[in-house]
């Protein structure tokens, strides 16, 4: 079985500074992927980001970076820079890549407000 | 081209009434997605589908029926179904299936009556 975790409350950043989002996992696979969706109020889920269980970097995307600690089962997203469009739904996930934990599961998500 | 696009973007129907659900995507994904998300909840996983094959069905009732007609088309075919069914539903396709990025549709907002 695998297991997302997100536990923050809503959170709340100023207009063009950087916000962390936590997320910790737990899965019996060796090899997973760990990703990002935001989802704004329009209901898209759109992907950010991927890091592979076997990545030795942390992945990058434009604003988006993931702090990958794969001691720790943390996968904790950063965005830098905030723009008022970054209001929004977040959620964490993963995926083994074979049998029943290849399908993608989510954390509860977290809502963060983008202040101008 | 990511751009997976479910139609209708929302749909009321009444508890008697058949209506389908319609997925597509041209981006040669061979595992394909159907979930389903109530307000501020992460997506539940209905159906997943690899290469055109159902390959794991979460313990949907029956009155939610899904078909994959061919590599690019996904279907979800709803019938009789409850008020509490009524909720966001996501269509999405991968690579492959597991490890790889998913990319969804805008989703259709099912409106049971």
């Known amino acids: 079985a695998q297991k997302i975790t997100q536990t923050q409350p809503g959170m709340f950043v100023q207009e063009k500074e950087a916000v962390t989002l936590d997320c910790t996992y737990d899965t019996s696979d060796q090899s997973y992927g760990l990703f990002w969706y935001k989802q704004p109020s329009s209901g898209e889920m759109i992907f950010l980001i991927y890091q592979g269980s076997y990545d030795e970097q942390n992945a990058t995307e434009g604003r988006y970076s993931l702090n990958f600690q794969k001691a720790r089962k943390s996968a904790n997203l950063v965005i830098s820079a905030s723009q008022l469009g970054d209001s929004a739904m977040y959620f964490c996930a993963m995926s083994g890549y074979t049998g029943a934990n290849s399908k993608l599961t989510f954390g509860k998500g977290i809502t963060l407000s983008v202040r101008p | 081209d990511t751009e997976v696009t479910q139609t209708p973007k929302h749909l009321v129907m009444g508890m008697t009434n058949k209506k389908s659900l319609k997925c597509e995507q041209h981006?040669?994904?061979?595992?394909m997605y159907w979930y389903k998300q109530k307000a501020k909840k992460p997506p539940e996983l209905m159906f997943v589908?690899?290469?055109?094959?159902?390959?794991i069905n979460e313990s949907v009732p029956s009155r939610f029926s899904p078909e994959c007609p061919n590599s690019s088309l996904l279907n979800l075919h709803l019938h009789a179904l409850q008020p509490e069914d009524s909720a966001l539903y996501l269509c999405a396709s991968s690579q492959r299936g597991g490890g790889t990025e998913a990319f969804f549709g805008q989703g259709t907002r099912l409106t049971v009556v």
């Open positions: 589908y690899s290469y055109e094959k159902l390959s």
């Open positions: 981006m040669g994904h061979r595992a």
